[in-house]
């Protein structure tokens, strides 16, 4: 017998510990799929897999609640695989080992699947616990929610009747998560003229050692963006000493805020003591700016030897490309009027290379309201027009707008505060969920996202507090109650 099957409510760690016997990562959850179809046929409930894997089942209403609104329970089947380099463990046979230390349960040098497989046994434990008071229940399963919420985004537009949905994918019991950022990338192409000119010396600038970080997370902490601060010193350079770059590059992906970022010129042998100078001033004030924020910030400025094949770009083009990266949008640009602390509309300039004949530009802006979305791409395609750039905005992922005058809120909160004796915090994130494309597909589906304390999610270090667990659970009872009537 393992240690988690003491664990109350049983029926949820039962379910919990069946689960991290079975591989799950993304892209892997067939086995699940049939763990949790097992499961709906045992208790004799209707189930329904789709194409892509997703699973529902539904559940009658317990006794004279017949009448009552039904409601969704929501969950992913898939897990993040992550693993310390030390520990030999093959994500697709072996079985992860959850252990409890200290009033928490986690793994032994892995993830532990607690994201989202929690959630999931909570669903199943929900399923086989008869004593339940609950109108029609709907238990939503997807799949690869990890790889970019893929499974929700293949959900038939009849694969759910109820309109309130309880998603159990959250990290922070006491939260309710009511709202989600959408978010969609514009990718930017400016033509480039190359001419050979007169200056000759190679030099290469660098700025390295900021922090980075995820753009949705860490977007409102004003940390440095590589790509637009070595613009900020080369605009200013190019008003005053000609230098004719040849290269410039900066970022990796499209949700990650730039680290370090590189421009390539060459300078007429005359300029070169008058120019290094300029250049080291605008970077030390820029240090000076950043130094709370980013305090491993660095800037080097070297020679070093230009390839005769690569020509330099025109005076022209040069212009054009450090006026766009100068007047392109970065950073928080508007705060949530509600809900204090989150972030409504921000903006990523995540990406910058140039080839021959063009500089490609990747920006990735997110917003929990749609029509500021817009706004903020349209701000993009406005900047490229007058530039001269061309630009793609293919569509993105939808936001999942916080609704303040929610019934269901209304409901939870009043449950929250009579189980426990405090207020839950109400909050939004500023990031994709799972919900931002339910809500879309199924337009008035009233929606709360919550879960019990998960640190350390996708990594070797997550775990989940076994208390937390608890109360999630009579968290989910008391909702299932109250919403029967
Ligand atoms: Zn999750």
Same mark, same amino acid.
């Given at each position: 017998?393992?240690e988690?099957?003491?664990?109350?409510?049983?029926?949820?760690?039962?379910?919990?510990?069946?689960?991290?016997?079975?591989?799950?990562?993304?892209d892997?959850?067939?086995?699940?799929?049939?763990?949790?179809?097992? !499961?709906?046929?045992?208790?004799?409930?209707?189930?329904?897999?789709?194409?892509?894997?997703?699973?529902?089942?539904?559940?009658?209403?317990?006794?004279?609640?017949?009448?009552?609104a039904?409601?969704?329970?929501?969950?992913?089947?898939?897990?993040?695989?992550?693993?310390?380099?030390?520990?030999?463990?093959?994500?697709?046979?072996?079985p992860?080992?959850?252990?409890?230390?200290?009033?928490?349960? !986690?793994?032994?040098?892995?993830?532990?699947?607690?994201?989202?497989?929690i959630?999931?046994?909570?669903?199943?434990?929900?399923?086989?616990?008869?004593?339940?008071?609950?109108?029609?229940?709907e238990?939503l399963?997807t799949?690869?929610?990890?790889t970019?919420?893929?499974?929700?985004?293949?959900?038939?537009?009849?694969?759910?009747?109820?309109?309130?949905?309880?998603?159990?994918?959250?990290?922070?019991?006491?939260?309710?998560?009511?709202g989600?950022a959408?978010?969609?990338?514009?990718?930017?192409?400016?033509?480039?003229?190359?001419?050979?000119?007169?200056?000759k010396?190679?030099?290469?600038?660098?700025?390295m050692?900021?922090?980075?970080?995820?753009?949705?997370?860490?977007?409102?902490? #004003?940390?440095?963006?590589?790509?637009?601060?070595?613009?900020?010193?080369?605009?200013?350079?190019?008003?005053?000493?000609?230098?004719?770059?040849?290269?410039?590059? #900066?970022?990796?992906?499209?949700?990650?805020i730039?680290?370090?970022?590189?421009?390539?010129?060459?300078?007429?042998?005359?300029?070169?003591?008058?120019?290094?100078?300029?250049?080291?001033?605008?970077?030390?004030?820029?240090?000076?700016?950043?130094?709370?924020?980013?305090?491993?910030?660095?800037?080097?400025?070297?020679?070093?030897?230009?390839?005769?094949?690569l020509?330099?770009m025109?005076?022209?083009?040069?212009?054009?490309?450090?006026d766009?990266?100068?007047?392109?949008?970065?950073?928080?640009?508007?705060?949530?009027?509600?809900?204090?602390?989150?972030?409504?509309?921000?903006?990523?300039?995540?990406?910058?290379?140039?080839?021959?004949?063009?500089?490609?530009?990747?920006?990735?802006?997110?917003?929990?309201?749609?029509s500021?979305?817009?706004?903020v791409?349209?701000?993009?395609?406005?900047?490229?027009?007058?530039?001269?750039a061309?630009?793609?905005?293919?569509?993105?992922?939808?936001?999942?707008?916080?609704?303040?005058?929610?019934?269901?809120?209304?409901?939870?909160?009043?449950?929250?505060?009579?189980?426990?004796?405090?207020?839950?915090?109400?909050?939004?994130?500023?990031?994709?969920?799972?919900?931002?494309?339910?809500?879309?597909?199924f337009?008035?589906?009233?929606?709360?996202?919550?879960?019990?304390?998960?640190?350390?999610?996708?990594?070797?270090?997550?775990?989940?507090?076994?208390?937390?667990?608890?109360?999630?659970?009579?968290?989910?009872?008391?909702?299932?109650?109250?919403?029967?009537?």
């Amino acid at each position: 017998m393992s240690e988690i099957t003491g664990l109350k409510p049983s029926a949820l760690w039962k379910h919990f510990e069946e689960i991290c016997k079975i591989p799950h990562g993304s892209d892997n959850e067939k086995a699940i799929g049939e763990y949790v179809i097992a !499961q709906a046929k045992k208790l004799g409930l209707a189930w329904q897999k789709d194409k892509t894997g997703n699973v529902v089942v539904r559940m009658t209403a317990s006794a004279g609640k017949e009448k009552a609104a039904g409601a969704v329970l929501q969950g992913h089947l898939d897990m993040v695989n992550e693993k310390n380099s030390d520990i030999k463990h093959d994500f697709l046979k072996d079985p992860i080992k959850p252990v409890i230390r200290n009033g928490w349960v !986690q793994a032994e040098g892995t993830t532990l699947g607690a994201d989202n497989g929690i959630g999931v046994a909570a669903g199943l434990a929900v399923m086989e616990t008869p004593e339940l008071s609950h109108g029609p229940l709907e238990f939503l399963f997807t799949v690869s929610e990890e790889t970019g919420l893929d499974g929700a985004r293949t959900i038939g537009p009849t694969a759910l009747q109820g309109r309130i949905l309880l998603n159990l994918d959250s990290e922070e019991e006491g939260t309710f998560t009511i709202g989600c950022a959408g978010g969609a990338d514009s990718h930017i192409s400016i033509p480039l003229a190359r001419k050979a000119g007169k200056a000759k010396a190679g030099f290469r600038l660098k700025i390295m050692g900021l922090r980075g970080g995820h753009s949705g997370v860490n977007i409102h902490e #004003g940390r440095g963006n590589a790509i637009k601060l070595l613009a900020r010193v080369l605009w200013q350079a190019n008003a005053k000493y000609p230098f004719a770059l040849l290269k410039m590059e #900066g970022g990796n992906k499209h949700n990650a805020i730039p680290r370090e970022a590189i421009a390539e010129f060459l300078l007429e042998p005359a300029k070169i003591k008058a120019f290094s100078i300029f250049v080291q001033t605008a970077c030390d004030k820029i240090k000076a700016e950043f130094k709370t924020v980013e305090p491993g910030l660095q800037f080097s400025l070297e020679p070093f030897e230009p390839s005769a094949k690569l020509l330099p770009m025109t005076p022209k083009a040069q212009k054009t490309l450090l006026d766009f990266l100068l007047a392109c949008p970065h950073g928080v640009l508007g705060m949530h009027a509600e809900l204090k602390g989150l972030v409504e509309t921000s903006t990523n300039l995540a990406i910058l290379r140039t080839l021959k004949d063009k500089a490609t530009v990747l920006c990735s802006s997110r917003s929990s309201a749609a029509s500021a979305l817009e706004g903020v791409r349209n701000g993009l395609k406005a900047v490229a027009d007058l530039t001269g750039a061309r630009i793609k905005q293919p569509e993105g992922y939808p936001a999942w707008t916080p609704n303040m005058g929610s019934a269901l809120l209304q409901t939870m909160k009043g449950i929250y505060k009579q189980a426990f004796g405090r207020e839950p915090v109400i909050g939004a994130i500023h990031a994709g969920l799972e919900c931002g494309i339910i809500g879309e597909k199924f337009p008035g589906m009233d929606m709360i996202s919550f879960g019990p304390n998960l640190q350390n999610p996708h990594s070797p270090d997550e775990r989940v507090e076994i208390a937390s667990v608890e109360r999630f659970w009579t968290l989910i009872v008391a909702t299932l109650k109250a919403l029967a009537g």
